[in-house]
């Protein structure tokens, strides 16, 4: 398993932008897949994007497409969030994860997890 740590979360208006990073520890960061899930309060954790080893492809949420991107540095051990045109309905905890798997959606896929960073958008 992969240690992870996610940054960058915090309190922001209606239209803003965020920049989450979530840094791995290990020397095998370039063997796995990263996604971005997201709980809200009462609510189930759910997908939020991925990114590929190499980070050649990418899938978004429908929810975030065109407002969200992924993206990330083998060589930093580092994955990213790049969050704009925020929403109030974006307020939740955001978790990175790795998966030893291709890339998906599921979080059966995911099997290490961060500790989450809170990202609140006001109206």
């Known amino acids: 398993q992969v240690q992870l740590v996610e940054s960058g979360g915090g309190f922001v208006q209606s239209g803003g932008s965020l920049r989450l990073s979530c840094a791995a520890s290990?020397?095998?960061?370039?063997?796995?897949?990263m996604g971005w899930f997201r709980q809200a309060p009462g609510k189930e954790r759910e997908f939020v994007a991925a990114?590929?080893?190499?980070?050649?492809?990418?899938i978004h949420a429908d929810s975030v497409k065109g407002r969200f991107t992924t993206s990330r540095d083998n060589a930093k051990n580092t994955v990213y969030l790049q969050m704009n045109s925020l929403k109030p309905e974006d307020t939740a905890v955001y978790y990175c994860?790795?998966?030893?798997?291709?890339?998906?959606?599921?979080?059966?896929?995911?099997?290490?997890w961060g500790q989450g960073t809170q990202v609140t958008v006001s109206s």
């Open positions: 290990g020397r095998t960061f370039s063997r796995y897949t």
């Open positions: 994860a790795a998966s030893s798997l291709g890339l998906g959606s599921s979080r059966s896929r995911y099997d290490s």
């Open positions: 990114i590929s080893r190499e980070g050649g492809s990418t």
